[in-house]
């Protein structure tokens, strides 16, 4: 248990692995867990086995968060599961295609607004991040943008940061450990219930006032997963998904894409001030390359400088650095070891990703590892883990990445504050999230 305290999890469970080898077992009160801490033992499992480790542990505190194991990214692989997944995953890939790239594309220009209206002020860009991630989700989601300074937004992201931060806590996984405490006050607990039943009234207001209005426009995701139950229901087994599977899909992606783009954004323009000649040498290739304009995703070929700086960043600072936990479904086995049915799976990418035998200086921030012949490495990139489990998002935080970074590099250069002497900590603090530590930040317009 001690283990699973500390405080960046991700770097001590790769310290770790350096001792013990890339597959090893902690032991949490009844619960056997194997961290899994290179590329090649994650694919195996994730990939080459996946139908042995696709299932989710089932506990306790999971069940409350995610309305009894029904959403995505915590419901155990079943047949519900899939079909559930399946429909989720038509709608991104439908949104995706018709109006993903114009969604971002707005919310960069209102980015790159805020940023203005700053007037090179030194400035905590964090929450800025999530609005605009945020409402990327919210507008695929509801066909709805926020406002910076809108209750309903901040009422929604102050409840939805609270789970993610509760759930993440000791006092809370203790629970899912050593069930005797269940029979305890748990003042934790207690706040942990009220963030998941006001999450729900909230996006169940939302889903009301969708519903309501007088013709569900398919574009939005909601309304697309409203049209697909009725399909759904009359060409498969009978009442198979519902309403409430809308509902926590909704969750999933609300809480699945915020948090994460953003806390991304974060963390590269945090390391661009580590090595400002990286950013010029970004500027002056989209300068070159886009000659004004701003870029397309099917650019991305053509911008290897920025490409790179994209995969050294998924490399350094996975934001989802443990996955989410795996459960062996069945008796198996990772790297010769035999894994019994149930053991709890945690895929440590951020381990994999700092693996000396394939990254030479793991800890340095090195986008041009990414070109001139060093692509090849790129295959051994999993910061959206893999398999049936593959994050579902990755194609929409993909495009997303990129238009933001370009977004961002062609019109600002970042720097530090005249009067900061050090530059931002790159340690970060883990959660479920790999966050950047608060740091302040002035955005020069360029010329
Ligand atoms: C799951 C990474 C953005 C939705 C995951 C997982 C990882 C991950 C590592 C766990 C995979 C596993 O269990 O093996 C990331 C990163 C992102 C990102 C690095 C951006 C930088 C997004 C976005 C969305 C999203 C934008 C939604 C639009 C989800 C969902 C799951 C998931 C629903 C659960 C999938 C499942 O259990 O089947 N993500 N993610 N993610 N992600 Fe993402």
Known sequence: ????????????????????????????????????????????????????????????????????????????????????????????????????????ERQALHLRKVLMDYQESAVD??????????????????????????PELQELHHCL??????????????????PLLRKLPNPVFACLLKEVARRDAIIKQHLNSYKAQNKINEDAITGFLLQGLDKHQSTESGELLTDVHVHMATVDLLIGG???????????????????????????????????????????????VLSSLISEMLRLRPVAPLAVPHRAIRDSSIAGYFIPKNTVIIPNLFGAHHD???WPE??????????????????????????????????????????????????FQFVL?????????????ASVVLKIKAYKVVACPRP
């Not at 580590?274 to 070929?301: A, I, M």
């Open 1 to 104: 248990m001690m283990e699973l305290t500390h405080d960046h999890l991700p770097i001590h469970l790769t310290d770790l692995g350096q001792r013990y080898g890339s597959v090893y077992r902690l032991k949490c009160g009844k619960t056997t867990m194997v961290v899994l801490n290179s590329c090649e033992v994650i694919r195996e499992a994730l990939v080459k086995k996946w139908s042995d480790f696709a299932g989710r542990p089932i506990s306790y505190t999971g069940d409350i968060v995610s309305g009894g194991g029904r959403n995505i990214s915590l419901g155990d692989y079943t047949e519900e599961w899939r079909a559930h997944r399946r429909l989720v995953h038509s709608a991104l890939q439908r949104c995706c295609q018709r109006s993903l790239h114009g969604v971002i």
């Open 125 to 150: 860009l964090s929450e800025d991040f999530t609005v605009a991630a945020s409402n990327v989700i919210t507008t695929l989601a509801f066909g709805k943008e926020y406002d910076k300074t809108s």
């Open 161 to 178: 940061n609270k789970i993610v931060a509760l759930w993440g806590s000791s006092w809370i996984s203790a629970l899912d450990s050593f």
């Open 258 to 304: 915020t948090e994460t783009a953003a806390a991304w954004l974060n963390w590269t323009v945090a390391f661009l001030l580590h090595r400002p000649e990286v950013q010029t040498s970004v500027y002056e290739e989209l300068c070159r390359v886009l000659e004004g304009r701003y870029p397309k995703y099917s650019d991305r070929h053509r911008l290897p």
């Open 356 to 358: 000396p035998a394939v």
């Open 362 to 411: 793991p800890y340095s921030f090195k986008p041009e590892r990414f070109q001139e012949g060093g692509g090849g490495s790129a295959r051994f990139l999993m910061p959206f883990g893999g398999g049936a489990r593959l994050c579902l998002g990755e194609s929409v935080a993909k495009i997303e990445l990129f238009l933001f970074t370009a977004y961002l590099l062609r019109d």
């Open 417 to 429: 504050p005249q009067n900061e002497c050090s530059l931002p900590d790159l340690r970060g603090v």
